[in-house]
C-alpha cells in the first residue's frame, strides 16, 4: 500500500528523531478519528496535505487539509471562517505529545 512502512521502520525513524529532536517540534500530534474522516470523505478529496505552522506563542502546529486528485487544497470560500459540511476542512488543534503521548509503545517508549 502507498505510503505504508513497517513497524520496524517507524520505530527506526521515530528513535532517531528522538535522539536528535528540533527542539521545538512535539515528538508527536494526535488528531480525533472524526475530524480526520470528515476532511477525507469531503467530495472530491483524493489525499491529505500536512502544512507546518507556528501558533502565536511560536510553538509549531500541523494544518492538515483534503487535496483533489490534480493536487489541490480543498480549502473554504474565502468569505467563509470555517467549511460548511463538506467544502474546506482544515483541521489544527491536535494534541501534542508532551504531554499528551498516549501509552508508551516501539513507537513511544
Known amino acids: 500500500m502507498l505510503h505504508q512502512i513497517s513497524l520496524e521502520k517507524a520505530v527506526e525513524l521515530t528513535q532517531r528523531y ?3 529532536p528540533v527542539t521545538d517540534l512535539p515528538l508527536a500530534e494526535t488528531f480525533e478519528a472524526a475530524p480526520v ?4 470523505a469531503q467530495t472530491g ?3 491529505m496535505r500536512i502544512y507546518a505552522g507556528r501558533k502565536e506563542d511560536q510553538s509549531l502546529c500541523s494544518i492538515l487539509v483534503g487535496v483533489d486528485a490534480e493536487g489541490h487544497d480543498i480549502l473554504p ?12 476542512i482544515i483541521l489544527e488543534d491536535a494534541f501534542k505529545c508532551p504531554p499528551v503521548c498516549g501509552e508508551p509503545s516501539p513507537l513511544n517508549p
Open 37 to 40: 474522516t470528515a476532511l477525507l
Open 18 to 20: 528522538r535522539e536528535n
Open 77 to 88: 470560500l474565502p468569505d467563509e471562517q470555517l467549511a460548511s459540511d463538506d467544502d474546506g
Open 45 to 47: 478529496c483524493a489525499s
